[in-house]
């Protein structure tokens, strides 16, 4: 029984590893199930504000309309200073007939044609858009906002959707929000018009930008300068080559704050005050422009030692390099022999004119000859790094004690210094929107422009426009599996997460359902004591195990006998119990034989010996340990 239990510690220490190695495993593969589906909802899903219940009961209702093949225009849900869904014709819409400035008549025309119509693929039928279509011309169109924008105390939000459907070689998509003047004229809208904002995708070479630009007026000369927003830290590069309908958000706020962002997730946000290139308040103060640098000031923070000597062993003439005299020949180098021969198998072609082209010569090809051989032509020693080699002599470098620092000009105030807190409330009022693109592709699909300052409207409309696009597209994607190729084709390290996800549960299966080999000590436990093979040493052990045994079982005997009798049996029936043993030990010995066929003759005879042999004790314990078992 100890035997036993010893045995199937084992077992059950390894049976609790494989559990332990399977729930591991099982979490891995949960792990990176989730990230990669993480990962597809980060890359499908956008992070859409919270509406009322009306408002998603409506959602609902589209997303049935949309594969019903239904739709219905957008309406604003508030007061908005432009909207455009682009369902009819292009009603207050001006094509300019300005030519560009400073560029050659052949392409100075905004000729660029314009259009409005369906996507061309994830199409929702009735909803159109406004389309460039011409490459490599000017365009420019712009319209008039239903009221002008003031900035004073409310928000500015600009939206609108852009889907690049031939993707985009060079070319933008961004729009300008026109400054109000007195001589605004949208027939003759060029580069040159002003504007307020400049917002929009743009794309040139690997170049993706996201642009974000006023103009602010100087106070103090009434000039305006350009303004650049700090370039996103985010790839931007899928929103151009993907094909699908995005949208761009601008909201700026009358704290000098701003948010752009795509899909409704911020890609970017800063200060008017702080995140612009160049700053919208210049620095106090400046470098004087007519300070200049000494003749005499010491830039230098080290020198070398004026005290230092090149020492009298110092050879500046030993070569860096030298022939390696220990260098032999190899053997079978064929000094007579070229490395390049001229090609047997070449023609001078048929057309070829000596007196034009000159003697023809067969084109030189590697000697076939010293492929073989270990070299071909002169041979030359190698050359050998020369040990007493030390180079051009230089005074070790000390620290300059007339160091006086890196020299810069002094600083004096800024006369053209102005601080505008609050430039916001500067900017000049828009009056207008328009595309002013050039692009080397066509077919740039715009839809939706809203212009407002409440968030919950431009979100409305984007539930009603670019969601119900949106869902269309999601119908339309391909399956997992397009999916996951998709994806590893950009990141090709994910072929390896693949393919270990796929072999990881294969080798499991294989590892907890192939059937394990049987252990020694397994064996061991099926086998008899009689179809063991036995050795001389196996029986001086065997016997000292059935003598202790034989202690064991006289103590029972005695318990037994003294319980029915209540007195000791005599040495007679001991006799008669002998007999009856032999009799099962025969009985035993015999069945061990015939199911045990894997012991071999010469073990079965040396059992046999043994067990009659003259060893009285010994064979009346085996008889004993056989009625026991």
């Not at 082209?357 to 090809?365: C, K, L, M, N, S």
């Not at 035993?588 to 042999?613: L, R």
Request: some cysteine.
């Amino acid at each position: 029984m100890q035997k036993q239990l010893e045995l199937t510690v084992p077992r059950m220490t390894r049976m609790h590893s494989q559990w332990d190695w399977l729930c591991l495993s099982l979490l891995i593969i949960s792990s990176v199930t989730a990230e990669i589906e993480d990962g597809g909802v980060l890359g499908a899903d956008v992070e859409v504000e919270d509406f009322d219940e009306e408002s998603q009961q409506a959602d609902v209702d589209k997303e049935e309309s949309s594969l019903g093949v239904v739709y219905q225009t957008p309406k604003p849900t508030g007061d908005v200073y432009f909207a455009e869904p682009f369902d009819g014709e292009l009603t207050g819409w001006v094509l300019s007939k300005a030519k560009k400035e400073d560029t050659d008549d052949t392409i100075a025309k905004y000729d660029g044609r314009w259009e409005v119509e369906e996507l061309k693929e994830n199409t929702v039928p009735g909803d159109k858009g406004l389309v460039l279509k011409s490459a490599a011309k000017h365009h420019a169109i712009s319209a008039m906002l239903t009221k002008a924008f003031i900035f004073d105390k409310k928000p500015l939000i600009v939206q609108y959707e852009v889907n690049f459907q031939g993707g985009i070689d060079c070319g933008g998509a961004y729009i300008k929000l026109l400054s109000s003047t007195d001589d605004l004229d949208l027939e003759f809208f060029f580069d040159k018009t002003p504007y307020t904002i400049m917002f929009g995708p743009d794309k040139c070479g690997e170049d993706y930008k996201l642009h974000f630009i006023i103009r602010h007026r100087n106070p103090k000369t009434g000039e305006y300068d350009e303004k650049h927003a700090k370039r996103p830290d985010v790839d931007l590069k899928k929103f151009y080559l993907d094909k699908k309908t995005h949208l761009y958000t601008l909201v700026l706020k009358p704290d000098d704050t701003f948010e752009m962002l795509i899909d409704q997730s911020v890609i970017s946000k800063g200060s008017l005050l702080e995140d612009m290139v160049p700053p919208v308040n210049p620095p106090k103060e400046i470098d004087d422009p007519t300070d200049k640098k000494p003749d005499d000031w010491d830039e230098r923070p080290k020198i070398p030692d004026p005290n230092a000597v090149k020492p009298d062993d110092w050879d500046e003439d030993e070569p860096s390099k030298i022939e390696d005299l220990d260098a032999v020949k190899p053997e079978g180098w064929l000094d007579y022999e070229p490395q390049y021969v001229p090609d047997p198998s070449a023609k001078k072609p048929k057309d070829w004119d000596e007196e034009m082209d000159g003697e023809w010569e067969a084109p030189q090809v590697p000697n076939p000859k010293c492929a073989t051989a270990p070299g071909c032509g002169l041979w030359v020693r190698p050359m050998k790094n020369n040990p007493k080699y030390k180079g051009k002599w230089k005074a070790p470098m000390i620290p300059n004690p007339n160091y006086q620092g890196i020299w810069s000009p002094r600083k004096i105030p800024n006369p053209d210094y102005f601080e505008d807190p609050h430039p916001f409330e500067m900017m000049t009022p828009i009056s207008a929107i328009g595309l002013e693109l050039w692009s080397m592709t066509s077919d740039i699909y715009f839809d939706n422009f809203i212009i407002c300052s409440e968030k919950e409207v431009a979100d409305r409309w984007a539930a009603d426009g670019w969601g119900l696009k949106k869902l269309v597209a999601s119908a339309n994607e391909p399956g997992m599996f397009s999916q996951l190729v998709t994806a590893a084709e950009d990141h090709p390290w994910l072929w390896v997460l693949y393919v270990l996800t796929l072999a990881l549960p294969v080798g499991l299966g294989v590892l907890f359902c192939w059937p394990a080999k049987k252990t020694d000590e397994d064996f061991d436990l099926k086998k008899t004591d009689i179809s063991m093979p036995v050795t001389k040493g196996g029986v001086k052990q065997g016997r000292e195990e059935l003598e202790d045994d034989e202690i064991d079982l006289e103590e029972e005997k005695e318990n037994e006998d003294i319980g029915e009798d209540g007195k000791m049996k005599d040495e007679s029936k001991y006799g008669e119990d002998d007999d009856e043993e032999n009799e099962v030990a025969g009985r035993s010995q015999e069945e061990g034989d015939e199911t045990n066929k894997s012991g071999s003759e010469d073990e079965m005879t040396a059992a046999d010996e043994i067990a009659g042999s003259g060893d009285g004790p010994l064979k009346s314990v085996r008889k004993r340990r056989v009625q026991k078992d």
